[in-house]
């Protein structure tokens, strides 16, 4: 078990520069999510780690050592690809145990660990199997099997649930997670889905366009965006973004999102936003905080955030109904109780809880 | 009323159904009458050795009987005087020799070849991946004269061993545009799991892809053993004394002597010939045809 640390990390293919010089410290048993759309660079990232892939410039180090110029098999890590990359031809147990005999381990030493780790995956029964009379997912555990056997400072992930059905990828999100609170050891899991990365994470770290957006705990992220890129990836259904001015109202503020509605800024913010007043800037605000008006919600100045919608588009969902409106054009998503909404068509009294409002500048897309 | 309704749609499914019956029944017909007339056309040829190989000379000889049956008993003589009273032997040793080197050579240098140039990518990779194809287009008809030069200068001429030396150049080029094709349809995360599993390249190859591959390998082994089995322009022009001699030329040039024809023994020497490269087939078939359309496709 190591550290991981990712020094001014550039990596450039001709022309293009896919990873454009991060920054990044992996603790010790540390479980890190790399999460951003297709391209982002942070399956470029984690080959980097692997060393499958040469850095540019920068440095990067496991467990202290700085391993830039060492092949994949010298820096003790494991990995598991989106797509099992199991062996055809041997079976579960010798997939396992290939990493160990070609390191040269004792014979009985390969079976005590590729059984104990059987044991911990559930598929002592399938060892004698070959990938070909394997699910996908009793695959994708046998190829985790592989990596967990070796013991190695680093666990690598590169989207190993997304060629797994739905059911499935839910059932593995767990597994994994149970596996890393039995091992402990230092993880980087990359995935462009960021249930997977708010659900697994000790840590997310968001890229976008070959940078770090911002690391931090998934709870952080999604309440403390710091970039309109972090707020609108984080959270599904995605944050409503809604051009507004800041204005003053008496002693304090409001968001003005259209001629009619005027949200007031929670008192306790007045200050953090006071060089803002006047611009014209962007209201973030999640669908969650987006409901129906309720008497005791803690919203600050009650009545005051409330407006009316007529709705678009009406989807109920069981637990909860999802609602579409316009604000000026601007769509946008709240989400209120089952039985509260009415047909497409029809109006809707709706509460923006502002104590979660979110004010981005739109010239940086930074959040103020 | 509904009744109507309901009766309409089950006359046209009906009508439906007979009529795809009908036009599945017009495509077996029409496969199996092209696959009968394909197959008797092919098998002619090896039904007419095998009946005049199993005949006397007299029988052969004589223009009055028919040529598809045998009239006068079945004899094993053919095959007896082919094995005991000519240089049959010696060809047939010399091209198993032959035959052997030639095609582990083809195929130790094609799965090398193959390997680098079609997983371990390099400047140039795929202009020399596709210049090694080229050089399979040049025909042996136009090769011939410059290499009987080379062979002569290096000693090799009338000596079999000659032909364990140039025969590769009609196989190694095929061969490893097969194999170039195999190992690229073999996912790229599969060696990079190998990699960080700490193999070597050459692990990767004995213990990764020789094992994944085998079906292609065993393709380019059968295309390697029929081009050195059958080649017939080389041994022709760089051999020429009995006891270096092989199959393809000795028979032909020991069994026929000016305008007399041993049909025969021809026809024996033929069948035996045969034989070996028959059997091979009949086993290794299916890696075959799954080693040539793995390699098509992706090649």
């Known amino acids: 078990m190591a550290e991981v640390a990712l020094r001014k990390i550039v990596k450039r293919y001709d022309d293009v520069e896919a990873v454009r010089s991060i920054d990044l410290d992996i603790p010790d048993n540390e479980f890190v999510v790399l999460v951003g759309p297709s391209g982002c660079g942070k399956s470029t990232t984690l080959r980097m780690i692997a060393g499958l892939e040469e850095i540019t410039s920068g440095e990067i180090s496991i467990g202290g050592e700085v391993v830039n110029d060492l092949p994949p098999k010298d820096r003790d890590i494991a990995m598991v690809f989106q797509n099992y990359a199991l062996y055809p031809h041997m ?23 590729v059984e104990h780790a059987a044991r911990i ?23 985790m099997g592989r990596a967990i056997v070796r013991n190695p400072k680093v666990f690598l992930f590169d989207e190993p649930l997304s060629n797994l059905d739905a059911k499935l990828r839910v059932q593995m999100r767990t597994e994994i997670k149970r596996v890393h609170q039995k091992v402990k050891t230092t993880t980087v899991y990359v995935t462009h889905d960021q249930v997977e ?129 316009t604000i000026d054009g601007t769509e946008v998503c709240g989400r209120v109780e089952p039985n509260a909404a009415g047909e497409a068509g029809a109006s809707m009294r709706l509460h923006a809880n502002m104590e979660h409002m979110h004010l981005i500048d739109p010239a940086t897309g930074l959040v103020l | 009323m509904s009744t109507a309704a309901v009766s309409v749609p089950r006359a046209r499914a009906k009508v439906r159904h007979a009529s795809l019956r009908r036009s599945r029944r017009w495509a077996l017909f029409a496969s199996y009458f092209f696959l009968v007339m394909f197959a008797i056309f092919f098998l002619i040829p090896p039904y007419y050795m095998i009946v005049t190989s199993l005949k006397t000379d007299a029988e052969v000889a004589h223009m009055a009987t028919n040529p598809w049956i045998i ?91 000659g032909m364990v030396l140039v025969y590769p150049t009609l196989t190694v080029p ?103 490269p028959l059997i091979i087939y009949a086993f290794l078939m299916d890696y075959y045809i799954a080693g040539l359309t793995a390699g098509a496709t992706k090649g």
């Open chain 1, 197 to 325: 990365a708010m659900t697994l994470a000790d840590r997310v770290v968001v890229m976008n366009n070959g940078i770090i957006e911002q690391i931090g705990p998934p709870q952080e992220l999604y309440h403390k965006p710091r970039t309109r890129f972090v707020a609108g990836f984080i959270g599904s259904p995605a944050m409503n973004f809604i051009p507004c001015t800041l204005e003053s109202h008496g002693g304090g503020m409001r968001v003005r999102v259209s001629d009619t509605v005027a949200l007031p800024v929670p008192a306790s913010r007045v200050a953090q936003y006071q060089g803002a007043v006047g611009r014209q800037l962007t209201f973030g605000l999640r669908p969650e905080h987006m409901t129906e008006p309720k008497q005791a919600n803690g919203s600050g100045n009650g009545s005051d955030s409330d407006f009316t919608a007529i709705l678009d588009v009406v989807e109920p969902m069981g637990m909860e109904t999802m609602v579409y409106f």
């Open chain 2, 71 to 161: 009239a006068n008993g079945v004899t094993l003589d053919q095959f007896k005087i082919l094995l005991t009273q000519t240089d049959f032997l010696i060809y047939f040793k010399n091209t198993a020799i032959v035959t052997v080197c030639v095609v582990i050579i083809t195929m130790v240098v094609s799965v090398l070849a193959a390997f680098s140039l079609g997983r371990m990518k390099f400047w140039g990779s795929g202009i020399l991946a596709t210049g090694i194809f080229l050089t399979y287009l040049v025909p042996d008809t136009l090769l011939f004269i410059p290499l009987f030069q080379i062979v002569k200068a290096i000693g090799l001429l009338n000596s079999y061993w």
């Open chain 1, 91 to 113: 079976t579960s147990f010798e997939n396992m145990a290939f990493g160990l005999k070609l390191r040269k381990f004792p014979k009985a030493e390969i079976k005590q660990r």
């Open chain 1, 121 to 143: 995956l559930d598929i002592t029964e399938l060892l004698e199997r070959r990938p070909k009379a394997l699910s996908g997912g009793q695959r994708q555990r046998v190829a």
């Open chain 2, 174 to 276: 095929f061969c490893t545009w097969i194999m170039i094709g195999y190992f690229q349809s073999i996912p790229k995360e599969l060696d990079e799991a190998a990699l960080i599993d700490g193999a070597g390249h050459l692990q990767m190859l004995t213990k990764i892809f020789i094992p994944v591959a085998l079906p292609g390998i065993i393709a380019a082994t059968i295309f390697a053993f029929t081009v050195s089995w059958a080649a017939f322009v080389y041994p022709m022009t760089f051999l020429y004394s009995s006891d270096q001699q092989v199959l393809t030329v000795g028979t032909v040039t020991s069994l026929i002597r000016a305008d007399v024809y041993k049909w025969g023994m021809l026809m024996a020497g033929a069948l035996v010939a045969a034989a070996p």
